[in-house]
Nanobody, 123 residues
Framework: QVQLVESGGGLVQTGDSLRLSCVTS????????MGWFRQAPGKEREFVSS???????YYADSVKGRFTISRDNAKNTVYLQMNYLKVEDTSIYYC?????????????????WGQGTQVTVSS
């Protein structure tokens, strides 16, 4: 049984930083791309960032230059370092495991999902 467990969310102020973590169990982590998505109340889930098995990364334009995705294959963990947080970054953040080694921006390509972690940014 594959499980993805996120942690690291919280309540911060504008301009602060947070680091989200997502630990995967139940499958060979190193063989699959990973991604982060987010969903705000009343909005659709949107792509944030993804990382190939080889380390190539993608970012949504809204977070480029502020967020950094990385992975530690020895720890089966993917991270999302979020700097210079804005009020509009407030969302539930979901970790997702892709179906292949190639990272995608499309949520339909991801077959495993975490339960989500809340990030709230206050002004």
């Amino acid at each position: 049984q594959v499980q993805l467990v996120e942690s690291g969310g919280g309540l911060v102020q504008t301009g602060d930083s947070l680091r989200l973590s997502c630990v995967t169990s139940g499958r060979t982590f190193i063989d699959y791309a990973m991604g982060w998505f987010r969903q705000a109340p009343g909005k659709e889930r949107e792509f944030v960032s993804s990382i190939w098995t080889g380390g190539q990364t993608y970012y949504a334009d809204s977070v480029k230059g502020r967020f950094t995705i990385s992975r530690d294959n020895a720890k089966n963990t993917v991270y999302l370092q979020m700097n210079y947080l804005k009020v509009e970054d407030t969302s539930i953040y979901y970790c997702a495991g892709d179906s292949s080694y190639r990272a995608s921006r499309d949520s339909r390509d991801y077959i495993h999902w975490g339960q989500g972690t809340q990030v709230t940014v206050s002004s």
